[in-house]
């Protein structure tokens, strides 16, 4: 099993350039692209499973899920065939900045980080 830490950076890597904020943005700011619905093409995992994963990891690392909106669930082909989803956690409003979370899951192993916001 190969540690999601590299795709975490490259992630990371790519909110960060977009803006953080606009990873958590409201009606009207930046926003993301569309997210992933179904099982995507080459995926090994379907959406609701990932889901399932996510929710399971997150409330183990002590997040209560009725806190937050239901996750924005992207997926991500990136190099070398790496298959990588990622999903976005808002708090429900109001919320102070940094509340919101992310959870990558390999779609090859299914192994999942929950990384906190900031």
Request: glycine residues 12%; hydrophobic residues 40%.
């Amino acid at each position: 099993m190969r540690p999601l830490y590299p795709y975490a950076q490259v992630i990371l890597g790519m909110v960060f350039a977009c803006g953080w904020p606009a990873a958590f943005a409201q009606p009207g700011e930046h926003a993301l692209p569309p997210e992933t619905q179904g099982t995507p093409t080459g995926a090994a995992l379907s959406r609701d499973t990932v889901i399932s994963l996510a929710d399971t990891a997150a409330s183990k690392g002590g997040y209560t899920l009725l806190k937050y909106q239901r996750p924005h669930v992207y997926f991500n082909f990136m190099k070398g065939d790496t298959r990588l989803w990622t999903l976005f956690y808002e708090g429900i409003q109001p919320t102070p900045p940094g509340s919101g979370f992310m959870v990558l899951v390999d779609d090859r192993t299914g192994f999942v980080k929950v990384i906190p916001g900031e």
